[in-house]
């Protein structure tokens, strides 16, 4: 999927009280919850190793956003840099018993919303870049 950051992009609300947080994973405690959830989060039980997390928090404009209820993490997406005015979307789940609640759309909106103000012009989700890695 490509999206045009020029058009107009519309805001969905979350749910109840949960909160979309620009998560930098600053310790390994956050790091680990985060993987954790990424695990429950994923069709097949499967999340990256730590170390393939702490090489992909290096990488060109590296950005997570990640949706809370209270300190539980309850579904992310990251983003990065594919250029000057491209960017990608990856690692986008929610855990199965918040699925359905418009929690996917919501903060993948917030994370388009920010590349469109760093002035980027599109955004792709990471399995459209290889198709290989698509569930």
Request: charged fraction near 30%; charge should be negative; aromatic fraction near 12%.
């Amino acid at each position: 999927m490509k999206r045009d950051l020029n058009e107009d992009i519309q805001n969905y609300p979350l749910p109840g009280n949960l909160k979309i947080k620009k998560w930098e994973m600053t310790t390994q405690d956050e790091e680990e919850k985060y993987l954790k959830a990424e695990a429950a989060g994923d069709l097949y039980g499967v999340s990256w190793s730590l170390n393939h997390l702490r090489w992909t928090k290096k990488g060109q404009e590296w950005d997570t956003f990640t949706v809370f209820d209270g300190n539980e993490v309850v579904g992310s997406v990251m983003t990065w840099e594919l250029g000057k005015e491209r960017s990608a979307t990856e690692n986008i789940f929610v855990l199965p018993e918040w699925r359905r609640k418009g929690i996917a759309k919501a903060v993948i909106t917030e994370a388009l919303i920010f590349l469109k103000e760093k002035g980027k012009s599109e955004a792709v989700i990471m399995e459209e870049l290889y198709p290989y890695m698509s569930h």
